[in-house]
Each structure stands twice: as structure tokens, then as C-alpha cells.
């Protein structure tokens, strides 16, 4: 059983590109990496992401003492920009 080469493009292949700061990177890659942590409310909305799954993320790309605060805030920052414009949209 095989898998097609172009159906195994990854969440960051398949969107658009953003000039993003070199301060927020860090922030931008955990936010990338964690979006398949969120937590879903009983009707299917995601109602934040599940900062206890975040620290294997963090191992991954390296983030530790003052960087990894930093990230974690940024993260915490696109997060509520994200769920805001989902909010935004159901109305």
C-alpha cells in the first residue's frame, strides 16, 4: 500500500508564504508545530491549544530558557489572533 509523493506535502508546504520578523520565528515554527494540540470544545471549536503537549515541540526546535519564554509568549499571541478570526467567521 502506497502513498502518492504529492499527498504527503506538509501543513507548512501547503500555505501561503508570510514575510515573518527573525524575533518572532521561534514563536511562528512552535505555533506551526503545535497546531495539532488544540482543544475542542462539546460542539467542535477550538477553544485554545494544549500547552501540556508543547514541550516535546520545544524540545524539537531547541527553545529553552529566555528564548523558549519568548516563543511560548508569542505563541500565546498568535494563538489568540487565530481563535479571534475563527470567532470572527462563525458569526
Known sequence: MGVARS???SVHDALPDYPVWPDNWDAVQLFLTAGTQWRIDHIGRQTGLDYAALALPMRHLRLRG???RRAF???QTLEAAYLKGARAKRR
Open 7 to 9: 499527498a504527503l506535502l
Open 66 to 68: 529566555r528564548r523558549a
Open 73 to 75: 509568549a508569542g505563541l
